[in-house]
């Protein structure tokens, strides 16, 4: 850009037009004078200055109309326009301010006032193109980023779905021999493929896990609901625990005075259910783990409540991030991914269109509490074909 | 009920799916593309067919339609094998006519019993 700029000048008297020019000449300036407001607007339209100075009284076109039509005009609507007069009168300037202007310069003019009022607009207009300039180039590397970050989630989506096809053969060849279809296992047979079997079952819930965080988070956040009774879906999470509540010997209740038939995704529900019921058993020692439910009109709430370690008060803003873990002692035991309860509270909020709340007194227990719509509308649909 | 009809492109799941089937007492004929277990199941009128919806060849979808809209074939019960997490092909596959479905995983202790279940259902 020109260090000083070119100034269009736009004044039907000469006199006051050659000062004006003589003045921004002397300055540094480059002028273009022009007498005539028609050919003004030729000239501003067909090469914009950087800045133009304008009479008011002119006669064809004023200088507020010509300002208005510049203002209206792409190429010159971000060209500042200071007006030129000799009017007073507070409602002209009004005017000329409607009209598109910045500012007014009046007649009999001082040299070191139009100097000042030029250079400052100037300098104005030069760092508002100069912030636009920034604000477009940061939406265009946001934009950017944003891409690849979706592009990331769909590559771990996909790369984890081929994770599976060998992982299922793991699991399935593990579960055959384990039922002794295939002959009989000592003790220490046993032993290895049960180890075998629960690890190849923790690797599969760990890759499902990040296929559904990535998925999400690529945007593919597809719903289908169905519809289904409550009871029969919380009986089936609470399936999950039995085994490990018993061997740790803790009671399992439920308390609901109604049962809802909901329209949502089972699946997902499900899901989280089975989540929040693991924590519960994976951090409670000694009492139980209850689940309340309750019918809202709308909208249902189902309530997990343990009597196990609870959470701090200044963890609780960390549950629902990714791979945090409270406590390193936790960590050993718990031997999740730590990306439980930010997949359950994604899929409460993107799938379920619900919410998810805790509280927790340290060594009394938690609660976590999910609240989500009785029925939800299904979103387009998307298969394991539609995977790059 | 004691012919089972697997169609699966994979090796490591046909072999497994077999043994556990064998065990349940069903003989087994195996198909490892869409195109072939179309043939078989005109071919051979199995008792019920096991469709991977993950195929090589076509989609599993496209080969319930094809057994569907087939007279021979029409009323054979199709299971079909699924994907955990995958809602929506699921509820496509028993819009397209299904008899119903299992995950994969496979739990080898359950399968036969969820085959028979689904089985029972539609005589």
Not at chain 1, 206 to 227: F, H, M
Not at chain 2, 36 to 65: C, H, R, T, W
Request: charged share 25%.
């Amino acid at each position: 850009m020109d260090p000083k700029g070119e100034i269009l000048v736009v004044d039907d008297t000469p006199e006051s037009l050659k000062l004006l020019v003589d003045l921004l000449m002397d300055e540094g300036y480059r002028v273009r004078p022009t007498m005539d407001p028609k050919l003004a607007l030729e000239s501003a339209l067909s090469n914009p200055p950087e800045l133009i100075l304008l009479d008011v009284r002119m006669p064809g076109m004023d200088g507020f109309e010509l300002c208005q039509r510049l203002k209206q005009a792409t190429c010159t609507e971000q060209v500042p326009i200071i007006f030129v007069s000799a009017l007073q009168e507070l409602h002209e300037r009004v005017r000329g301010f409607e009209a598109g202007g910045v500012d007014f310069i009046t007649k009999p003019i001082q040299r070191e006032e139009v100097l000042a009022r030029v250079s400052a607009q100037l300098e104005l207009s030069r760092m508002r193109q100069s912030l636009e300039k920034r604000s477009q180039e940061l939406a265009a590397a946001n934009q950017k980023l944003q891409d690849l970050d979706k592009l990331k989630s769909m590559f771990i989506a996909s790369v984890s779905h081929e994770l599976r096809t060998p992982l299922n053969a793991i699991i399935s060849f593990s579960g055959i021999l384990l039922r002794e279809i295939l002959g009989g296992l000592n003790e220490r047979q046993r032993d290895s493929l049960e180890r075998i079997d629960r690890a190849g079952k923790h690797l599969f819930s760990l890759i499902t896990d990040v296929i559904d965080i990535s998925k999400i988070e690529a945007g593919r956040s597809d719903v289908y609901p169905e519809t289904f009774a409550l009871q029969e879906l919380v009986d089936e999470a609470l399936n999950t625990i039995h085994p490990q509540a018993e061997t740790k010997g803790l009671t399992v209740t439920v308390s609901a005075v109604t049962w809802p038939v909901l329209h949502t995704d089972r699946r997902r529900l499900l899901q989280c259910l089975v989540n929040l019921l693991g924590n519960a058993v994976k951090f409670t020692e000694k009492g139980g783990v209850t689940v309340l439910v309750s019918d809202t009109g709308e909208a249902v709430a189902v309530a997990v409540r343990d009597t196990g370690i609870g959470i701090a008060e200044g963890d609780r803003s960390k549950l629902f991030k990714a791979f945090e873990r409270l406590d390193s002692h936790l960590r050993v035991k718990a031997g999740g991914t730590g990306l439980g309860l930010y997949l359950t509270r994604k899929l409460v909020t993107d799938f379920l269109h619900g919410e998810i709340s805790v509280m927790s007194s340290p060594g009394e227990g938690s609660t976590f509490c999910l609240t989500v719509p009785k029925v939800i509308e299904s979103t387009t649909s998307f298969s394991e074909g539609d995977l790059p | 009920m004691n012919t089972a009809l697997m169609i699966e492109d994979n090796e490591d799941n046909r072999v497994s799916m077999a043994i556990l089937l064998e065990s349940g007492g069903y003989q087994v004929i195996e198909a490892e593309t869409g195109d072939a277990g179309y043939q078989k199941a005109v071919a051979e009128q199995p008792d019920f067919i096991l469709l991977d919806i993950q195929l090589s060849d076509m989609n599993g979808i496209e080969v319930l339609k094809r057994l569907r809209a087939d007279t021979r074939t029409r009323r054979i019960p199709v299971i079909a094998v699924t994907s955990y997490a995958m809602s929506g092909d699921r509820q496509r596959f028993l819009a397209a006519g299904c008899n119903g479905y299992i995950e994969k995983p496979i739990d080898p202790l359950r399968v036969i019993s969820q085959i028979r279940t689904i089985l029972e259902k539609k005589p």
